[in-house]
């Protein structure tokens, strides 16, 4: 998790390029409950790796901007949403979104665990997703609050940014938000080394008031 200069493009191309799939194909708990009562929009999804977010939204009726650096990742994105015949409602797209951001207002923002061992301006990041939601429209963020169960040792020793730490960084314009949701919360799912773990996240959920 430590950030270093290697390029995010060959960094993340290797991460997705091997035979078997990375992550476990399901919806971020934190997305699904949050969207759960939400009347489907237009929603942008950050750094969407496999695509399993975007499919799951698209499933519920969202119309969907999935972007990764990753060309391969978006290529596993493309078939999981062509398996589950959502493809027509997904748009995907390349950014490295240190250098470069989609264009246009989303009624739900969603930046899922946007850490990374090689280069990423997060901060700068974040305040152009928060700048990408539409009036009335929601940003997700969800964080590791702490290593990831079973993290590697340079995972351990990363520092790991606090609700009100992440909620500063944002500088966000003083009366345009209302904080639907801001703190630390735990799960429990299983570890990288597939035994049961406890997960501590930060959940942000922020609504664009003006």
Same mark, same amino acid.
């Given at each position: 998790?430590?950030?270093?200069?290697?390029?995010?493009? &060959?960094?993340?191309?290797?991460?997705?390029?091997?035979? &078997?799939?990375?992550?476990?194909?399901?919806?971020?708990?934190?997305?699904?409950?949050?969207?759960?009562?939400?009347?489907?929009?237009?929603?942008?999804?950050?750094?969407?790796? &496999?695509?399993?977010?975007?499919?799951?939204?698209?499933?519920?009726?969202?119309?969907?901007?999935?972007?990764?650096?990753?060309?391969?990742?978006?290529?596993?994105?493309?078939?999981?949403?062509? %398996?589950?015949?959502?493809?027509?409602?997904?748009?995907? &797209?390349?950014?490295?979104?240190?250098?470069?951001?989609?264009?246009?207002?989303?009624?739900?923002?969603?930046? %899922?665990?946007?850490?990374?061992?090689?280069?990423?301006?997060?901060?700068?990041?974040?305040?152009? +997703?928060?700048?990408?939601? +539409?009036?009335?429209?929601?940003?997700?963020?969800?964080?590791?609050?702490?290593?990831?169960?079973?993290?590697?040792?340079?995972?351990?020793?990363?520092?790991?940014?606090?609700?009100?730490?992440?909620?500063?960084?944002?500088?966000?314009?003083?009366?345009?938000?209302?904080?639907?949701?801001?703190?630390?919360?735990?799960?429990?799912?299983?570890?990288?080394?597939?035994?049961?773990?406890?997960?501590?996240?930060?959940?942000?959920?922020?609504?664009?008031?003006?």
């Amino acid at each position: 998790m430590t950030e270093s200069v290697q390029d995010a493009r &060959e960094f993340w191309e290797q991460f997705y390029g091997g035979d &078997e799939r990375v992550w476990s194909g399901r919806v971020n708990a934190q997305l699904a409950e949050v969207t759960a009562d939400l009347a489907p929009g237009r929603a942008l999804d950050l750094g969407c790796g &496999e695509g399993a977010d975007a499919v799951w939204l698209a499933e519920d009726g969202w119309e969907v901007l999935a972007v990764d650096v990753s060309a391969n990742a978006l290529d596993r994105a493309r078939a999981a949403a062509a %398996q589950r015949d959502v493809l027509f409602r997904i748009r995907f &797209e390349r950014h490295d979104l240190s250098v470069s951001f989609p264009d246009g207002r989303f009624d739900l923002v969603s930046a %899922q665990f946007l850490h990374s061992p090689a280069r990423l301006d997060r901060e700068t990041v974040l305040r152009r +997703a928060a700048a990408a939601v +539409a009036v009335g429209g929601r940003l997700l963020i969800v964080d590791h609050g702490a290593p990831p169960p079973g993290a590697e040792e340079h995972a351990r020793d990363h520092h790991f940014a606090g609700v009100d730490e992440v909620l500063a960084s944002l500088n966000l314009e003083p009366g345009n938000w209302e904080r639907i949701r801001a703190e630390q919360s735990r799960r429990q799912d299983t570890g990288r080394d597939g035994q049961p773990a406890t997960w501590i996240d930060n959940v942000i959920l922020l609504r664009r008031t003006g």
